[in-house]
Antibody, heavy 118, light 110 residues
């Protein structure tokens, strides 16, 4: 079964850092581009970042450029999101998702909640 | 980076058909056939139900269908069922930004 499982979320103070992980199983991670998408409480989905299959091409949404870093370790079937200089408006559930046909996302992980608060 | 525009809520009775719109511009919805739709039940992860405007992934009910006209894409749910009650989001490729989601629509089954 294809599965993505995020971890690493939690409560962090403004200005702090957190690293999210996304463990992939049931498929070969190295064959796929991967994404991070976030959803603030009660709000809609927002795309955060994308990384190609070997990590050589990375793109970020403007609002995280310079603060977040996406990476992957295909040997360990794991995707990462390093988040620095966190702000209150970064509070959200963060989902990892596999790239799919026609600029779509499928499947998605269950999400991990990041709360930025003092 | 504005989101695509969806109605906040749509409702219908069991067995009826409903349609959710997703309005963008020629830089996203209108310019490319890269519109996808996602279903999200409360507390759950989104699930892809339509990609490339009108294609259904394997395993998705044929009660879900997608279309596009100009800058507006649409998702139609026919034979509405209680299990269809969820939030629905459209998404599209957008020039420069790459990915943009819609504002989301809450579907209520009366």
């Amino acid at each position: 079964e294809v599965q993505l499982v995020e971890s690493g979320g939690g409560l962090v103070q403004p200005g702090g850092s957190l690293r999210l992980s996304c463990a992939a199983s049931g498929f070969t991670l190295s064959s796929y581009w991967m994404h991070w998408v976030r959803q603030a409480p009660g709000k809609g989905l927002v795309w955060v970042s994308r990384i190609n299959s070997d990590g050589s091409s990375i793109t970020y949404a403007d609002f995280v450029k310079g603060r977040f870093t996406i990476s992957r370790d295909n040997a360990y079937n794991t995707l990462y999101l390093q988040m620095n200089t966190l702000r209150a408006d970064d509070t959200a559930v963060y989902y990892c998702a596999r790239d799919s046909s026609g600029w779509s996302f499928q499947p998605w992980g269950q999400g991990t909640l990041v709360t930025v608060s003092s | 980076q504005s989101a695509l525009t969806q109605p906040a809520s749509v409702s219908g009775s069991p067995g009826q058909s409903i349609t959710i719109s997703c309005t963008g511009t020629s830089s996203d919805v209108g310019g490319y056939n890269y519109v996808s739709w996602y279903q999200q039940h409360p507390g759950k992860a989104p699930k892809l139900i339509i990609y490339e405007v009108s294609n259904r992934p394997s395993g998705v009910s044929n009660r879900f269908s997608g279309s596009k006209s100009g800058n507006t894409a649409s998702l139609t749910i026919s034979g509405l069922q209680a299990e269809d009650e969820a939030d629905y989001y459209c998404s599209s490729y957008r020039v420069n930004t790459l990915y943009v989601f819609g504002t989301g629509t809450k579907v209520t089954v009366l």
